[in-house]
Structures are given as C-alpha cells and as structure tokens.
C-alpha cells in the first residue's frame, strides 16, 4: 500500500466520477479554435500521464465574446462541434473525464474580429486600458439573448461529449464577473445594486447549465473568491464568501482560485507552493459538493495532505501539469523523483501575451506533441548505439544528454566548472529564483540513472581535446558570457564608460565576495543599468540591496523589468525594490562615464555612483579552434553541434528547447550546422 493511494481514489462529481484526484484545470494553450490538431494533442498526453480530468481552456459561447489575438477556442454554432468531439475522444481514449469552461469575456472581450460591440453590465471602457474600445450596457433583452447563447452551448458541449461543463466567473475575464463587481455593475435594476441582485445572473446561468445537462452531466462553477489589492475588489472573507454562500449547493463542483490573473499564476520568485490556499480553503467548510484549488502543487505529500485535511478533495493544476504531464502517473508508480517539477518561472504564461502556442522550461516536448511527434517521456531507440560527446553542463548540454540517453546512446558530460547546472545553478543564488535549481536538478537524476552515462566536472576541454576523445558527435554547450562594453537591446554600439569601475551579471552570479567586487566589504554606491529588460537586473539590484548597498535600478525603457509584464512578475518586482529602498530611475539611457540621457526631456544627468553593474546583452562561448562557417567541412570524423547560449543567447526555456532540438537533431541524421541554420537558428562562432 502506497502512502500515495488516497490521490487515486475515484471522486463523484454530481452525475460523473473522476477516476482520481488528480484535475488539470483549464488553462490556456496557445492552440485556438482554428488550430485544433495542437490542443487535442496536448490535451491527450495529459490524459494519458494520468490526469483523472482535463479541462479545455475559455471557449468562447458566441461572436460577440470575440478574444481576437488570444486564441481560444469556440462553440459558436453547430460546426465547432466536430472539433470538440474529437478533442473529447482524445481525452477520453485514456478513461479521464473531459471538461469545458464555456466563458463570455464580457468586458474584457474585444471584439476586433467579429465586429459586433462589447457588452458589460454598465457603459464603461474595457478592461483592457491598451485597447481603444468602450463597452455597451446590456439591457434586459441582452441579458436574456445571454443566457440564450450559454445555454446553447452548453447543448453543443454535451453533444460533443464533455462530461463537465463549466460556468466561468473567475479572474475577471468574465462578463459574470462584471455583474458581481461593485466597480463594473453600476446598474440600478434586477441586476445591478445590492449583492442578491448582482448574483442573480450568475445563478441563474448555473441553474440554465443544469437544466441543460439534464443530470446526464455535470455542471463546475469556477469562481475567483478574492481579488487581493482591487479597490472595492471581491475578498475572501466578505462578498467572495458570500457569493459561495448563496450558491454553495447549486453547482455539481466548485473550482476556486484568485483574481485576477498576476495573483493567480504567481511565480516561484515572490510566492510558495500552496499560496492560494489562505483564500481558498474556507469553500470547503461551506458545500458538501466537491472542491478543486491550485496553487502551484508539485509535492505528492502536499498534496496528500490536503486532501486529509480536508482542505481539497481534487488537486488542481495547469502549470505543473505542463511542466509535467505525466506527473500523476510518476506518482502512482512511486517515481517521484523522476517528477520534472515546474519552476514557476511563468514562461508558459508569457506566450498568451504574443497568442503562441505554450513553451516551458522545463518540458521542451510540449506544444510540439501533434507538430514534431515528441513525447515527454520517450524517445524512439535508434538502432545503432553510438557515443556522443557534450560539453558543458549547463541546461541546454543536461537536456541533450537525458534525450540521447533516453535513445539507447552513450553520453560523455565535460563541465568546466565545479559543479554542474551552468546558469541554471548560477541563477538559483539571486533572491527568489533558488526553483531554477530545478532544471538542472531533474536531469542530473535522469543522468544518474542511466548506465550509459558519464559525467565528469572540472574538465576544461579544448578543441583538440574533444577531437581526440573520439565520439561520434560533439556537442558545444559552453553557455555565453554577458557583455561589458555597453552593447544591449537599445544600443548596438559601444559605450565609453571612462575609468568607472563596471560589473557585469557574471561577476555577480560567480558569487563573489564584496570585496573581490567592490574592494572593500563596506557599502557602496551602485547602478544596475538595465538593458536587457527581463529578471536578471532587478534580482541583482535586490541581492546589492538586502546587501546593504545604496542602490538606483537605471533602465532606457518607461519600464521597470520591461518583459517581466509578460510573465506576471512586473507589480511585484517594483513593490520588492520599493520595500528595498531602490530608487528606480527609467527612461534613462547611458551615454558616457556616469553620464545617463532622459529619454523624453533629452536632458543629461551625471548619476554618481562607487560601481556600475552593467546588464546588456551577451556573446557565446566559443571554443578555439572550432569553425565560422560549415562550408569548411567537419575536423576528423565527429560531428559538431552547438546548442543553448553557445548557438544563441536566450532564455533559460530556450536553452533547454535547443538542447533537446539538437539532441532530436542528431538522433534523425541531421548534418549539423547546415541544417540548424536550415531551421532558422541563429549560428555564431569565433
């Protein structure tokens, strides 16, 4: 008997039964209405890894909750049926139920494909402060015209096939959201005023979707009970509880969570496993209807006891369950250790701003289920076994061994530094980021595994050495090293930075001592100059802070931390340095030795500071020797790839995704370089 069986136990949900507690939200793919083949895919390999109910993603009930560049799917009319039948058969094939989240996005829809006006509760602009649109109110007449459309897709739903059919009022993309918000509900009629009034549509579109699923199937509220720091927001213990309340008997299952999205989907760096469950846990003690939460759960024992506590009776999860798919069926087979953790880094959440299909760090495989054939446990055997060299240990050299190993190879690992994990290790030392670990940890344990493997650290190898090893192929995964001379995203060309003492990230994540940075251990006066936009600047500007340092984060763009927007991190990262007492100082961009240029007034500032932490753009690591161009032909007999950093700069996700490419590059007989540029990857060597 398993300490884990309780996980597996089959959980009724009015009409229907999970086959086990393990429940992958809906969540966004990337794959929208008019990409089907992708969505079904991904969404069947986490029915296979044993997910007891997968969910499909918002799906829009009708022309006028239009997404426009977010690609959700659609139940419009009659004709998206086929694709959700096969998309239920795919989810089915494996015994796991199937839901849908019908959803209208009320005012946060935007229309700009269908043309038809947004509607809300009140005539007020979109939530969307970027889009010039304004919402319509509804009258009486659009309210019923509402319900109409829910109602016929819920129909539509159940003659796809889905078991649970959701009603969406979370995360205030929701048009029954809006009518239960003080701030977008200013109506004075049934609908609008006190609480019971702004329930009411809400109830009665769950008692519609009963009605339609007719005890046949079962009818899933997911509801946000709290929106931390809106004004005249829902919370927990006030109207948020109260809506659970009024309504704690009537929907089949309660999905609950925060609002809006940034609390939801919070990273690793500002909040722990289990963050939402302060919020959460009071729903249980309210209904007798079972209840699903999330909150990032990776720990099998987490979750047990949760479920003992009786704090949820279903484990839900849309991240870990991307970063692994076949996290319950590891559990069930006492693999723990094998579980590919997700890090909380919110890359997969990043794609939904750009309308792409989902990438994360820690699964490569994913959105490339139906596209390349890739599983995220298995690899096809090759049938002959051939030895391969990688050097470099970082993400990228890790994630290309475990694949080769995974065909039947042999792999040799040469890791110049002491230990392996590259940036990955060098990262997980700044304040909030020790998850990275992670991704390095994972396939360090796969590598142990594995009696074909080798892994040797402190083995510096040149050219000629790896030439001499004598492997079928050799692999670069060397990294890159960040720039000192100026060059970043908003400058292409140098800057003189005089005499002034200048650091760069490298400097900071070999963790050094104060004094080997700075020359003395006493506190100093720095500038993080922020030119590469993304976590690297502002965790170092707070690790300088905590130090005891005076430090002004100075960044070219209006934004601090710009891409971290995309990843849910921005609000927090300027909260933390505010806490921190950094002085943030944006849209000034360095032009000389001390000396930064306001980007709007043109003005120039001569900013005083002991020592400027440079943070631009950065260049591979290249080994001496190796070629510019593959037109000059291969030295000897091995093969050579490049993969990660080395091939290109990029995220943390990118370099893992390389590793692997290049990895499923040479298991197919790709003629390296040629044919990595041939797949539009940018080649770079010295």
């Known amino acids: 008997m398993s300490s884990y069986d309780l996980l597996f136990e089959p959980v009724q949900i009015g009409p229907v039964t999970a086959p086990n507690r393990f429940y992958a939200v809906p969540h966004a793919t990337g794959h929208g209405w008019n990409q089907p083949s992708g969505a079904i895919a991904l969404r069947g390999m986490k029915a296979q890894g044993g997910w007891g109910t997968v969910a499909v993603q918002i799906t829009e009930i009708s022309p006028n909750t239009d997404m426009a560049n977010h690609p959700m799917e659609r139940i419009w009319d009659d004709s998206d049926i086929p694709r959700h039948a096969a998309q239920v058969e795919a989810i089915k094939k494996h015994d796991s139920l199937a839901a849908i989240e019908l959803g209208h996005g009320g005012m946060r829809a935007r229309n700009l494909t269908s043309g038809s006006p947004v509607i809300g509760p009140t005539a007020l602009p979109v939530l969307r402060p970027e889009v010039p649109v304004q919402a319509m109110e509804m009258t009486l007449a659009d309210i019923r015209a509402f319900r109409d459309d829910h109602r016929a897709a819920a129909r539509r739903a159940v003659e796809a096939g889905y078991d649970i059919i959701y009603v969406y009022a979370a995360h205030d993309i929701s048009l029954l959201s809006n009518f239960l918000s003080i701030n977008n509900n200013q109506r004075s009629d049934r609908y609008g005023g006190s609480f019971e009034n702004r329930v009411r549509l809400l109830r009665e579109v769950i008692e519609d979707t009963l009605e339609v699923a007719a005890g046949e199937r079962a009818v899933a509220l997911r509801f946000s009970v709290a929106e931390p720091g809106k004004q005249n927001g829902l919370r927990h213990d006030g109207e948020g509880r109260d809506v659970v309340e009024a309504l704690a008997e009537l929907p089949d299952l309660w999905d609950v969570n925060l609002s809006g999205w940034p609390h939801d989907s919070q990273t690793a760096r500002f909040a722990d496993e289990g963050y939402q469950l302060p919020y959460t846990d009071f729903v249980k003690s309210l209904t007798t209807k079972p209840v699903v939460g999330v909150g990032r ?380 540029r041939r797949d539009q990857i940018t080649f770079s060597l010295a």
């Open 297 to 676: 759960f990776t720990s099998p024992d987490m979750m047990v006891s949760l479920v003992k506590k009786g704090r949820l009776d279903l484990i839900g999860a849309a991240r870990p369950s991307i970063a692994d798919p076949f996290l319950p069926e590891k559990i069930r087979n006492d693999r723990i250790d094998e579980i590919r953790e997700c890090i909380g880094c919110n890359i997969c959440v990043s794609m939904d701003s750009y309308g792409l299909p989902l990438r994360c760090t820690q699964n490569p495989t994913i959105s490339e289920e139906w596209r390349r054939g890739w599983h995220p446990e298995t690899v096809p055997q090759s049938d002959v076994e051939r030895s391969h060299l990688i050097v470099g240990a970082g993400p990228a050299g890790l994630e290309c061994a475990v694949t080769l190993l995974k065909a039947g190879h042999r792999v040799t690992i040469a890791e110049a530094g002491e230990q392996a994990g590259g940036r990955a290790l060098k990262e997980s030392r700044l304040p909030g980021l020790s998850s990275w670990l992670r991704v390095r940890d994972y396939r360090l344990y796969q590598i142990s595994q594995a009696a074909k493997a080798e892994l040797f650290v402190s083995s510096e190898l040149t050219l000629a050495d790896a030439l001499e090893f004598g492997a079928d192929t050799i692999t670069f995964a060397t990294g890159a090293k960040w720039r000192d001379d100026g060059v970043g995203s908003t400058s292409a060309l140098a800057i003189d930075t005089g005499t002034l003492p200048l650091l760069t990230p490298d400097d900071i994540l070999n963790d050094l001592p104060e004094l080997a940075l700075f020359g003395s251990d006493k506190p100093a006066s720095i500038v993080v100059y922020d030119d590469d936009h993304f976590y690297i600047a502002s965790a170092i500007a707070e690790r300088l802070a905590m130090n005891g340092h005076r430090v002004r984060y100075v960044t070219p763009l209006p934004t601090i931390a710009t891409w971290t927007d995309f990843t849910l991190d921005m609000p927090r990262i300027i909260a933390r340095l505010n806490e921190l007492g950094v002085e943030l100082w944006p849209n000034m961009k360095l032009t000389g030795e001390k000396i930064f240029t306001d980007q709007l007034k043109g003005d120039q500032k001569n900013l005083d500071m002991d020592t400027l932490v440079f943070v631009g753009a950065r260049v591979p690591n290249c080994v001496d020797g190796a070629f510019s161009s593959p037109a000059e032909g291969q030295p000897g007999d091995a093969q050579i790839y490049r993969t990660g950093d080395c091939l290109v700069p990029g995220t943390i996700q990118a370099a893992v995704l390389s590793g692997h490419q290049v990895a499923r590059d040479i298991l197919s007989g790709r003629s390296t370089l040629r044919d990595q």
